[in-house]
């Protein structure tokens, strides 16, 4: 059976190097400020895709990534690794979305890609770490959804049985395709870049970087098709320019704190009873806990 599997994936700063200007005055991410990376969870779910292009040779893995123009990386990082092909939407008009927004231009961008078996995404994102945008695009295709999976065991007569890690343990579920299925950072990492496909893909570019590059390559593209990578904006996805970006999300980040802890905030205790008394205590007080 040839499959043929969406992975979701997301350029996200690399919030292990959060500076003062990470964040910009009308609450959204300043983007430029932060190194970008792909989004550690997704690249589990790329893995669970590559697996199952493995074993049902004839498959396809496409990436799908919404973002800034230079998001076009997370396409080519999965075809470093083995994936066919990708789409990357961008549009100023997709900027500050919050989850609502970003799971409808996904959406949008899915129902142009039309044919599908499978949807496959990281269960969160580091940066908005809401973990919505899976179970919303599921929704909004109207689509059975399987989250929290650890691994895709197999794909059968269009039937999927996946192993998912819940906090209680671990449950094996089956379900018909096409589906949405969210990937935990518990399963597999993703297989490493692959010196061939480096070597067939690196001059993979979108029409923009094509543009902004400093030398032609107008012939080797017109003699590897597969070198050039779509980019998708609102008109080419048919999507209602309301219902994307900041005019799209009802979500408002009303205020952003950067939380440095600082030494004298930590406390040494010994296990004492009446120790540990006091810091539920405390801990109850200000609402940490209870
Ligand atoms: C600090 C901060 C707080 C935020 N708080 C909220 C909030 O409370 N509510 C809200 O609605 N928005 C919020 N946002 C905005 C939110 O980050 C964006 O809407 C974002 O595009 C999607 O949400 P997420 O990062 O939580 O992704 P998640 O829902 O955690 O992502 C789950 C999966 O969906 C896929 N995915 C997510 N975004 C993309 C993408 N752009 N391209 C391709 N695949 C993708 C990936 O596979 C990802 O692993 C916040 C942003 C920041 C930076």
């Not at 792909?38 to 990436?63: C, I, Y």
């Not at 998001?71 to 961008?90: K, M, P, S, V």
């Not at 017109?222 to 005019?247: F, H, K, M, T």
Request: hydrophobic share 40%; glycine share 6%.
């Amino acid at each position: 059976m040839n499959l043929r599997i969406i992975v979701l994936a997301k350029q996200v700063p690399d919030t292990r190097n959060v500076g003062k200007d990470a964040m910009k005055a009308d609450g959204t991410v300043n983007r430029a400020a932060l190194p970008a990376i792909f989004n550690p969870e997704d690249l589990n779910a790329l893995e669970q895709a590559l697996r199952l292009k493995d074993a049902h040779p004839g498959s396809t893995v496409t990436l799908l990534t919404m973002g800034p123009g230079r998001a076009a990386e997370i396409i080519r990082e999965g075809l470093y690794r083995g994936a066919d092909g990708g789409f990357l939407l961008t549009d100023r008009a997709f900027a500050g979305a919050d989850t609502l927004a970003t799971s409808y231009a996904l959406a949008m961008a899915i129902r142009k890609i039309k044919d599908y078996d499978l949807i496959v995404c990281g269960r969160q994102a580091i940066d908005g770490d809401t973990a919505q945008v899976g179970p919303q695009v599921a929704e909004k295709l109207r689509l059975s959804q399987i989250t929290y999976a650890e691994e895709i065991i197999n794909a059968e007569n269009g039937e999927i049985t996946v192993k998912r890690r819940l906090e209680r343990g671990v449950e094996t579920v089956k379900a018909k395709l096409p589906i949405v299925v969210t990937v935990n950072g518990s399963a597999a990492d993703c297989r490493p870049r692959n010196a061939k496909y480096i070597q067939k893909y690196k001059h993979a570019k979108t029409v923009t970087e094509k543009q902004d590059a400093d030398a032609d390559y107008t012939q080797l593209f017109s003699i590897r098709p597969y070198l050039n990578l779509q980019e998708w904006s609102v008109a080419d996805v048919n999507a209602d320019v309301v219902q994307c970006g900041l005019s799209g999300s009802p979500t408002k980040v009303k205020k952003i704190e950067n939380v440095v802890f600082q030494a004298k905030e930590s406390k040494t205790l010994t296990s004492a009873d009446a120790n540990i008394e006091d810091l539920m205590k405390e801990l109850i007080t200000n609402h940490t806990i209870g």
